[in-house]
């Protein structure tokens, strides 16, 4: 079952506009994180927030949780042709750290140049 | 390169075929994952190990699906009497087992079944 529900389900904008995406999940977790999928590959880790966390930055990404509304989004700015991708936010159970991670259905961005 | 690797890339079947992948971690990471992903799906869950013992499955996993780490290395996912149904894309991970559940994906093995 998919815990996490991204939203929009797509994106579309301009080179160099600012992109967020948010994710809502159902159950406590140790920690939330957000992958990329570029069309038909496998998934590339962008970054991890912990429950303990609210907010964390790399490079152009930036990452929110508000664990009072299991909630998260991430913000990608400055945004390029090559952030062209589908993305993913996964969250671990609180109960079983270092399990199984459980997507969402993802957020397709699409930049134009 | 060091990264997850899956073979075969590509495979496809004919139905009521066994289908077998093998998922090569990272060096060292104790802990490897499958996952499943369909289109326009997020990955799903089958099953993962910590070195050589299968700690967890998912109820995707029927009995015509078994995976193993033999030696806490590589892994492999065989699918028995392939059905039209698993197609996808099979997804293996694996994460250094300390510390955040960060986990490195392969790039997968796409299943048509015809």
């Known amino acids: 079952s998919q815990q996490g529900e991204e939203d929009p389900q797509a994106l579309s904008i301009q080179e160099g506009e600012n992109a967020t995406m948010n994710c809502s999940y159902k159950t406590s977790i140790n920690n939330l994180q957000w992958y990329r999928q570029n069309s038909g590959r496998g998934l590339v880790h962008l970054i991890l927030i912990r429950s303990n966390e609210r907010e964390k930055h790399s490079g152009r990404l930036r990452v929110t949780l508000d664990t009072s509304k299991k909630s998260s989004s991430l913000l990608i700015t400055a945004s390029r042709a090559a952030d062209t991708a589908s993305y993913f936010c996964a969250t671990d159970s609180s109960e079983q750290a270092g399990t199984a991670l459980i997507f969402g259905k993802g957020t397709t961005l699409s930049v134009s140049s | 390169d060091t990264g997850v690797s899956q073979d075969p890339r590509h495979k496809i079947t004919k139905r009521g075929q066994n289908v077998t992948f093998r998922c090569d971690p990272i060096?060292?990471?104790?802990?490897l994952y499958w996952y499943r992903q369909t289109l326009g799906q997020g990955p799903e869950f089958l099953t993962y190990?910590?070195?050589?013992?299968?700690?967890?499955k998912s109820r995707l996993l029927s009995d015509r699906f078994s995976a193993e780490r033999p030696k806490g290395s590589f892994s492999t996912l065989e699918i028995q009497r392939t059905e039209q149904g698993d197609s996808a894309m099979y997804l293996c991970?694996?994460?250094?087992?300390?510390?955040?559940?960060?986990?490195?994906f392969g790039p997968g093995t796409r299943l048509t079944v015809t």
């Open positions: 190990f910590q070195n050589e013992a299968q700690l967890e």
């Open positions: 991970a694996s994460s250094p087992g300390q510390g955040a559940n960060e986990q490195y």
């Open positions: 060096s060292e990471h104790n802990r």
